[in-house]
T-cell receptor
Framework: NAGVTQTPKFQVLKTGQSMTLQCAQD?????MSWYRQDPGMGLRLIHY???????DQGEVPNGYNVSRSTTEDFPLRLLSAAPSQTSVYFC????FGGGTGTLGAEAFFGQGTRLTVV | KNEVEQSPQNLTAQEGEFITINCSYS?????LHWLQQHPGGGIVSLFM???GKKKHGRLIATINIQEKHSSLHITASHPRDSAVYIC?????????????FGTGTRLTIIP
C-alpha cells in the first residue's frame, strides 16, 4: 500500500547508544519531516527536507541527524541517546505546502516509533 | 501562553451527537491543519484550510482568519470517531518553515 513506512514501531535504548529510525515513502513527495510527540505538548519539528540532498533544522534538532540521499528515504539518527529523547517519533511526507515547505494539503504520517531511553 | 490553543482538552459524547472542537491561535497564519490521531497512535491528515469551510463526509472544518479561530465539527458522531484531534498552524512569517501544533482534543464517543 502507498504511504509512509516507519520502522521500528518500538525501541528501547541504553543511554549513549546510537540508532537510526527509518522512514520511507513511495508517493514521490518532496517534503519529508520528523516530529517528536511528548505528553502534554504538541508535535515538535526535529528536522525536515524539501527534496533529495536538502535538509534543515526544525524546532528541536539537537541530538539528531538526518540525511536525504533519495526522494523516498529520510532516516533520523540519534547519535548518543539520552533519556530526554524518550518520546514518540513521527515521520511525515507531503507535496510542498504553499511553496514554503511545510506540510502540504494532504500529508501522510508514519505509524510512529515509541522510543524509550534508559 | 501557547500560540495554538485547543478546547476542550477532553470531550465525551453519546453516539449521534454533533461535536465541535475549537482551535484558537495568536499568530498570523497562512494555513491551518486538522489532524486525527487514532488510539493506536497513527496520525491522519483531515483538512488544510486557509479560508472559509471544507467538508469531507461527516467532518466539517471552518476558519475565521479575522478572529484567529477554527472549528472542527463532526455530525452524527460514531464510536469510531473516538480519537485525538490536533490543530496545527503554518505561520505566515517570511521564511518560517515550521508548523505549530496544539496539544489536541481527546474525543470519546460512547455507544
Amino acid at each position: 500500500n502507498a504511504g509512509v513506512t516507519q520502522t521500528p514501531k518500538f525501541q528501547v535504548l541504553k543511554t549513549g547508544q546510537s540508532m537510526t529510525l527509518q522512514c520511507a515513502q513511495d508517493m514521490n513527495h518532496e517534503y519529508m519531516s520528523w516530529y517528536r510527540q511528548d505528553p502534554g505538548m504538541g508535535l515538535r519539528l526535529i528536522h525536515y527536507s524539501v527534496g533529495a540532498g536538502i535538509t534543515d533544522q526544525g524546532e528541536v534538532p539537537n541530538g539528531y541527524n538526518v540525511s536525504r540521499s533519495t526522494t523516498e528515504d529520510f532516516p533520523l539518527r540519534l547519535l548518543s541517546a539520552a533519556p530526554s529523547q524518550t518520546s514518540v517519533y513521527f515521520c511525515a511526507s507531503s507535496y510542498f505546502g504553499g511553496g514554503t515547505g511545510t506540510l502540504g494539503a494532504e500529508a501522510f504520517f508514519g505509524q510512529g516509533t515509541r522510543l524509550t531511553v534508559v | 501562553k501557547n500560540e495554538v490553543e485547543q478546547s476542550p482538552q477532553n470531550l465525551t459524547a453519546q453516539e449521534g451527537e454533533f461535536i465541535t472542537i475549537n482551535c484558537s491561535y495568536s499568530v498570523g497564519i497562512s494555513a491551518l491543519h486538522w489532524l486525527q490521531q487514532h488510539p493506536g497512535g497513527g496520525i491522519v491528515s483531515l483538512f488544510m484550510l486557509s479560508s472559509g469551510k471544507k467538508k469531507h463526509g461527516r467532518l466539517i472544518a471552518t476558519i475565521n482568519i479575522q478572529e484567529k479561530h477554527s472549528s472542527l465539527h463532526i455530525t452524527a458522531s460514531h464510536p469510531r470517531d473516538s480519537a485525538v484531534y490536533i490543530c496545527a498552524v503554518k505561520r505566515s512569517d517570511f521564511g518560517n518553515e515550521k508548523l505549530t501544533f496544539g496539544t489536541g482534543t481527546r474525543l470519546t464517543i460512547i455507544p
